[in-house]
C-alpha cells in the first residue's frame, strides 16, 4: 500500500498537505456561508457540492498519486458534482413549500457514487492499468471504507470532547468555550481540520486498517450462512402464505431490495479478493453459492411487486428510485447467478471466479444509473410527472382520484408547471382541483373531499338504506375532528365500506366507515345538529366475512371486557395492558 510513496513525497509533507487541505475546505464553506446571500443561487449549490465532496479523494489520494494526475482525474469529478448541485437547485426553484430533495439530498446520493468511482481510479493509478487487477480494487475500496469510518468516529470523539469540555466550563458560568465553538469560524475548519487528520493516521497505519478490515470480514462473513438460511426459509414461505401478504405491506420491494443489498454484501465478505491460496472455510463456500441462486428470485419478486404499485397508480419518484435498484440488484443477482453455474459448467472446482468482473461492471452500473437519476436524463419527478399526467389524459387515473397534491409538493418545477397546465384545462373538475393545490401552503393542509367526490369514496353496503341527512353535506374540512377521521373523507385514492345502523347505542342512522385497506373501523352519529365521530372498532384486517355480516345487520353491541373506575364523580376509562389481537372468525 506504500507504492504510491515512490513519487516523493515524505510523511511529514503528506500530513502538512492534507491539514492545509482540510483547512482550506472549512475556510471555503464558512465563506460560503457568509455570502450565500450575495451568490446566485445556482452558483452556489455548485461551488458548496465541489467544497464538500471533491476535498476528501484530494485527500486520501495525496502521497499516491501526481499533482498532474490528481488534476487530470479531480476536474471532470468536479464538474459532475457542480452539475449535479446545480441542477438539484435548478429543480427546486420557485416551488414554495414543495418537498422535493434538495442539494443537500443531491450530494447526500453522490458520495457514495464518488466513493466507487474514485475507489476504481485509486485501483487503476496504482496498477497503472484499466481494468486493474480485482485484488487491488478489493484493497482500495476496503482501505477507504475503514478510513472513512474511522475519520468519522475521530470527528464525533472529537466533538465529544469538546462538549465534555463546554459542560465543565459552563459549570463555573463560564461561557468563554460554549461561545467560540458555536461559530462557523471555529466550528467548520475544527471539523474539516479533525477529518484530514483522522485521514492521515489511518493511511500511515496500513497495519492496523488492514487488521481491522480483515477483522470485520472475517466476523461478518459467518453471517452469510445464517442470512442465507433465512431467505431460503422465506421463499419457501411465500407461495404456501400467499403473496398478498407482501403486498399489502407497501414496502415488500424496499425490504426484498436491502435483504438482496446485504447477502450481496456477504458473499462478498466470504469471497474477499478472491485469491487462490486463501479459499474461504467450505461452509461459506457453499452459503456463498446458494445465496447467488436466491438472489435471482429475490430481485424477480421485488419487480413483481414494483409493477403492481405502477400498474394501480402509476409512477412516482420512490418507485423510480426502486426500479433504478431493482436494475443493479438483477445485474449482480444475474451475474452471480452465472458465477456459480460457469464452474460447473466447466468442471474446473473454481469457486465463483466470475464475482470479480461482475462486481467491476454492476459497480459501474451503480454509478451510471445513480448520475442518471441525479441529472435531467432520469430526474424521477420529471419521468414521474409526465407519466401522471399520461394516466390523467388517458382516463386510467379519473380525475377525482387523481393526487394533485404530488404535483404540488413532490414533483419540484417540473410538477409546478404541470399544475399551471391543469388549472388551465378545459375540464372544470381537473382545474378546480388544480387551483386547490396550488393554493395549499402545506402537504397536510386539510384537503376535504367535496360531495361528488366523497360519494364516489364511499361505498355504501347496507341494503335498502340511503344516506343519512347532512352527512354528506358535513363541512368535514372545518371539522374540529378532522385529524381523527378515516383516510377515505380525506385522500382521493383511499376507499370505505360504508353501513348504516346503530353501532354506538346512540342512534339508528349512525354511519359506520370500514377503510378497504388497512386502519380502523369509525362510527359517526348526528349529535345535536352536527355529526361527530363517536367510536372507533379495530379491524382483523380486511376480513370480506365481517363486512358481509355488517352488511345484513349481523352484529349485536356487547358490554366491554374492562370495567371502569368511578373515583367520586370522576370516570376513568379502563385500557387493557394486554390487548388481544382481533382476529377474523
Sequence with gaps: MQKGREIGAPEAAVLRTRMLIGLIQGAALCILLQLRAEIAPLMYAALSGVVVLVPMPLLVSIGYMSRRRLILWLAPIAGVVAFVAAHAEWRGQGVAGANSYDVGFALTLMAPLLFIVWSLVLASERDRR????????????????????FAAVFAGAFWLVMGLGVGLFMMLKIRLLFDLIRHDWFWLPATTLVVAGGLHLTDVRPGIVNGIRNLLLTMLSWLLPLLTVIVAAFLIAVPLAGFELLWKTRFATALLLGACAVLVVLINTAFQDGAADKPAHRLLQQAARLACVLLLPMVLIATYALNLRVGQYGWSPDRIFAAAGIGVAFAYAAG???AMVEPLLRRNGEWLPRIASVNLYASLLTVALGLAI???????????????????????????QFDFRFLRFD????GKAALDQLAADADPVISDKARTAQALNNRWQSQMLPQPVLVEQLQLRTPGKIWPQGFLDTAWASHAQKWQLPACLREPERRCDAFIG?????????????????????????RDGSWQLVTTFELPGKCPKLRDDLAVGRFQRVAPVETDLMVGSTRLRAKSAQPERIKCN
Excluded at 484499466?130 to 469510518?149: D, G, H
Excluded at 441525479?374 to 377525482?400: F, H, I, M, Y
Excluded at 346512540?506 to 359517526?524: I, R, S, W
Design 411 to 414: 414533483a419540484a418545477r417540473y
Design 130 to 149: 484499466w481494468p486493474a487487477a480485482y485484488a487491488s480494487y478489493f484493497e482500495n475500496a476496503w482501505k477507504l471504507a475503514v478510513q472513512l469510518l
Design 502 to 526: 346503530n353501532f354506538s347505542g346512540a342512534d339508528e342512522n349512525e354511519v359506520l366507515l370500514v377503510p378497504q385497506d388497512f386502519g380502523y373501523a369509525a362510527a359517526l352519529s348526528d
Design 336 to 338: 452471480y447467478l452465472w
Design 374 to 400: 441525479l441529472s435531467p436524463l432520469a430526474d424521477p419527478a420529471r419521468l414521474s410527472v409526465n407519466n401522471q399526467l399520461a394516466r390523467l389524459a388517458s382516463g386510467k387515473t379519473p380525475a377525482t
